[in-house]
């Protein structure tokens, strides 16, 4: 089975930028999951959806992210416009609903805002 | 004071050794615990849920003390594979969808 798919895997972009970051969910999973990772900052949620429902999104930074999850097989984190502090490792994360299963990452995406 | 705390470390131990790293949690409501394990540019990746009766995986031991709000993780005859750094998960909301992530306590083993 295929795991969390996430695209692209780098991306470097200047400041002022728009950039989309994708993620395709493990199939059956109903609850997908943003999280930034800084070494300043650690692992932080950003965002979660349950059967494609924004839940809590009380960890996104600020008006300039925004996150979409049009169908269960996807979902978009989108930075705009973006700044050199948005430079960080994005993952994604899918599990099944409920608390006590454990959630699957995606392999990254590594963000470098010049 | 962090929602989850941990020893960043690192923790310098030979192949053999035994080694253990703790936790303390600030929501005393949390209900699920969790260790994960991340490699050096990879994601993180579950290494095992934390029982309230503690809980055993072959060389790991998991303990929970929930009155004092310490979670700790056990490493017998480490490994060489066994370097990584391991993240101390709690859960945040009743439905327990909503993990924090502590800062990770990196690991080298040596031979």
């Known amino acids: 089975d295929a795991g969390v798919i996430q695209s692209p895997r780098h991306e470097v972009t200047e400041m002022g930028q728009e950039v989309t970051l994708r993620c395709k969910p493990i199939?059956?999973?109903?609850?997908l999951f943003w999280y930034r990772q800084t070494m300043m900052r650690g692992l932080e949620l950003l965002i979660y959806f349950n059967n494609n429902v924004p839940i809590d999104d009380s960890g996104m930074p600020e008006d300039r992210f925004s996150a979409k999850m049009p169908n269960a097989s996807f979902s978009t984190l989108k930075i705009q416009p973006s700044e050199p502090r948005d430079s960080a490792v994005y993952f994604c994360?899918?599990?099944?609903?409920?608390?006590?299963?454990?959630?699957?990452f995606g392999p990254g995406t590594r963000l470098t805002v010049t | 004071r962090k929602e989850v705390e941990q020893d960043p470390g690192p923790f310098n131990v030979p192949e053999g050794a035994t080694v253990a790293f703790n936790c303390t949690y600030s929501?005393?409501?949390?209900?699920?615990f969790f260790w994960y394990r991340q490699d050096c540019r990879k994601e993180p990746k579950l290494l095992m849920s934390v029982y309230s009766s503690g809980n055993e995986d072959g060389r790991f031991t998991a303990q929970l003390n929930r009155a004092s709000q310490y979670i700790s993780l056990l490493i017998r005859d480490s490994k060489l594979s066994d370097s990584a750094t391991y993240l101390c998960?709690?859960?945040?909301?009743?439905?327990?969808?909503?993990?924090?992530f502590g800062g990770g306590t990196r690991l080298m083993v040596k031979p």
């Open positions: 998960v709690v859960n945040r909301n009743n439905a327990g969808n909503m993990l924090t």
């Open positions: 199939s059956g999973h109903n609850s």
């Open positions: 929501n005393s409501a949390s209900q699920s």
């Open positions: 994360a899918s599990s099944r609903l409920g608390g006590l299963y454990e959630q699957y």
